[in-house]
């Protein structure tokens, strides 16, 4: 992640066979790579999307079957694919009861996406969905404006000490940029001290803030 350039949201698949106990396996994948591309919005209805397109190969081609797990950005949404090698047994969008045992997964993917759809190939069929997120382009954070802010303040600040930041991607990437950003919080607090202000309140006053905004956040995307 390259948190001044923009993000680097790389597509990746992982094969798979279908089989119930590799669902809650491809569910952690998915949450780890969304979690990594700091897009923390859609991951509860991408893992239930994933888990609905991988039991669809279960219970409709069967168990077994070998498949692919694709996920890639289409500009500012999630593109979940499974990759099954039955071109035969179409995916059905069925009007099921809320009580019914069976064939509510495509209705859920149908909810939670913007839309979704399949693919025949001449060895393939892939069944598709995408999830909107807020991101405001392709290659960058969510979070909205307080977020964007700081990466242009994060930006100026690296430059002035000689040292512009633009690290690899995984966690080791945003442990720099952790510790970046630390020193600048902590070069704030020394301005705030050397011009008498109380810095515990100012820290008291910026958790209030953001705990109301996170709080408010959460309370709207519900």
């Known amino acids: ?26 569910r952690r994948i998915t949450r780890l790579h969304l979690t990594l591309w700091g897009l923390h919005d859609v991951i509860d209805a991408a893992q239930i999307c ?3 397109l991988v039991s669809n190969v ?6 077994g ?29 069925l009007a099921a009861s809320v009580e019914a045992e069976s064939g509510r997964g495509l209705a859920m993917v149908n909810a939670l996406t913007d839309c979704w759809g399949v693919q025949l190939q001449a060895d393939r069929k892939v069944t598709w969905c ?18 964007n802010r700081v990466e242009t303040m994060l ?8 040292q512009p930041l633009s690290v690899g991607s995984g966690l080791l990437g945003m442990a720099v940029v952790e510790d970046r950003a630390i020193d600048f919080i902590a070069d704030v607090l020394h301005w705030l001290r050397a011009h008498g202000c109380d810095v515990d309140e100012a ?7 953001f705990e109301a905004e996170v709080e408010e956040g959460e309370t709207l995307s519900h």
């Not at 382009?137 to 969510?142: M, P, R, T, V």
């Open 50 to 52: 994933v888990s609905e």
């Open 65 to 93: 079957t070998p498949g692919t797990l694709a996920v890639s950005m289409r500009g500012t949404r999630v593109r979940i694919e499974v990759h099954d090698p039955d071109a035969r047994a179409l995916p059905t969008l």
């Open 203 to 209: 820290l008291d006053r910026a958790q209030t803030h």
């Open 155 to 162: 930006g100026v600040y690296g430059r002035e000490r000689a």
């Open 130 to 147: 995408e999830l909107a997120t807020d991101l405001e382009s392709a290659g960058g954070h969510a979070g909205g404006m307080r977020v």
């Open 1 to 26: 992640m390259d948190c001044i350039t923009g993000v680097s949201r790389k597509p990746w698949s992982l094969p798979f066979t279908a089989k119930p106990e590799e669902v809650a396996a491809l």
């Open 58 to 63: 279960i219970n409709h081609v069967g168990v």
